[in-house]
Each structure stands twice: as structure tokens, then as C-alpha cells.
């Protein structure tokens, strides 16, 4: 299974809710990066995907997006065959 990083922060509900759904589609570990703990963070993150919102979520080297991004992907039939590849 791809390793998935996550841009969050601690309050964040769109947060929470894409954990849920990784988690309920097999993933184990997500690797969270608190953009609300370290303003650093954030910067990075708008510079790595060009937006300030989060969940900001990568699947391997794949820029998803946030929650919405993440769950129209899971709709299309495209989350298990990117978090599965090789």
C-alpha cells in the first residue's frame, strides 16, 4: 500500500473525515503533518500544492487534494486502485 502524507490541523472536521475514509478503505498509518502547530508547515504545504486550505493529502507521490478531492476520487472507483499501486 502507497504511504499517505496529510496536511491537518487539529480542529479541522474535512481533517477528521478524510482519515475516516482512508482508514475505512485499509490504510494503517497516515503520516500528519500539523500545519496549525508549526506556521512553517503551511508554508511548505502552499508551496509543495499551491493551496492554503487543509487536508492537503498525498497517496505516494500523488497530489490529491483536500476532503472533496479525496471523496470524488473514492466515487470515480480511483482510491483503492492509487492507494494499491506499486
Not at 472536521?13 to 500539523?34: H, S, T
Not at 512553517?40 to 508551496?47: A, G, H, N, Q, V
Not at 483536500?66 to 473514492?74: E, H, P, V
Not at 470515480?76 to 494499491?84: I, K, M
Request: hydrophobic share 40%.
Amino acid at each position: 500500500m502507497q504511504s499517505v502524507t496529510m496536511y491537518t490541523t487539529a480542529v479541522c472536521p474535512y481533517c477528521i473525515r478524510a482519515k475516516q475514509i482512508l482508514k475505512a478503505k485499509g490504510v494503517e498509518q497516515i503520516d500528519e503533518i500539523r500545519v496549525d502547530a508549526s506556521p512553517d508547515e503551511r508554508l511548505k504545504m502552499m508551496e509543495r500544492t499551491g493551496r492554503r486550505t487543509v487536508p492537503q493529502i498525498f497517496i505516494g507521490g500523488t497530489h490529491v487534494g483536500g476532503c472533496d478531492d479525496l471523496m470524488a476520487l473514492d466515487g470515480q472507483g480511483g482510491l483503492l486502485p492509487l492507494l494499491n499501486a506499486a
